[in-house]
C-alpha cells in the first residue's frame, strides 16, 4: 500500500495534508496522532469510503480514485464503533458478515469454525453477543471484519474501551495474522499497543512528522539528554522546571517526572536545583508521542 502527497480537505479545512506512507505487505503498521490529527480521515480514503481531493494512492494494486470498490472487496475494517448484532448470537453474526461478504453455504461453516478458533471464542457459539464482555465482543468484531480473509486489515482504535489483558490477547491474534501475510495498519493511543507495531507514522494537523521503527523512534525522535526524578507533588512542580533554562520539555510518568535536557552536562544543575537524584534514561514511546506532539502543536500555531 502507497500515498503520495494524499490529501483530504472539507471546505477550508484539510484534515490530510500531503502523506507520503508505503506500508509493506505482511507489516502491522501503527498510526499514531492526536485526537483531530486525520488518522480516521486518512483510514476512510484508504479504505474506499472517502475520496481524496488531491494526490495518489494504491491498496493492494488498485487505485484509490479510481478503484475504489475493487478495494473494498479485498480489505477487513474494525473500529471501535464496529457494529455488532446483541440480539444475535457468536455463530449467528460471523454469518450474517459471511453473507455480506457472499461466502458460499459450501464454505460458509469452515470460515465460521476458522474465525471462531481464531478468537478463541470456542464453546461460546450459542452466546448471545450482548451478553459478551467488552474482551470478547472485540474478538468476535474481529472474526466478523476478516471473515472474508481480507489481504489488508484496517483497525481504527480496535481496542478502546477495554482491558489491557484483552489488548495484549487482542495484538497476539493480529501478530499471527500478519505472520501469515496479512498487511494490518492501526491506529490507537496506547504506547503498549505501539511498540508492537513493526513501523510507526506519527501525524499532527494532517502531516506526517515521524515514521519509523519504535527502536528507532525512541533512539532518535528526541534530541537532548532524558531525565528521570522521583520528585513529590510532580504536577505542581512542572511549571518551576520548565522554566529552567537548560529545560526543554516536562512530562509526568506515574511517580517520576522525566525531563528532557539540552544535555547531560546539565544534570548536576538540574539535581542541585531540585535537591534530588536524576538518572539518563532512553526516551520512552510515550515520552516520544509526547515530545512529538508538542512539535505538531507549535508547528500549526
Sequence with gaps: ?????LTRKFGNFTAVDSLTINIRPGEIYGFLGPNGSGKTTTIRMLCGILEPTSGSGTVLG???AGEP???KQKIGYM????????DLTVYENLDFYAGLYSISRRERKERIREMIGMALLTGREKVLAGDLS????QRLALGCAIISRPAMLFLDEPTSGVSPTSRRDFFKIIRRLAESGTTVMVTTHYMDEAERCHRIAFISGGRLIANDTPGNLKKNAIKGC????EIPDPMNRLPELEA?????????HGAAVHILLDGEKHIRELEKHTGIKARVITPSLEDVFISLA????????
Design 1 to 5: 500500500m502507497t500515498t503520495r502527497e
Design 62 to 64: 488498485h487505485d484509490l
Design 69 to 71: 470498490e475493487k478495494i
Design 79 to 86: 473500529s471501535q464503533k464496529f457494529s455488532l448484532y446483541d
Design 134 to 137: 467488552g474482551g470478547w465482543k
Design 226 to 229: 532524558m531525565a528521570e526524578m
Design 244 to 252: 529552567l533554562p537548560y529545560v526543554r520539555e516536562c512530562s509526568v
Design 294 to 301: 508538542r512539535k505538531g502543536r507549535q508547528a500549526q500555531s
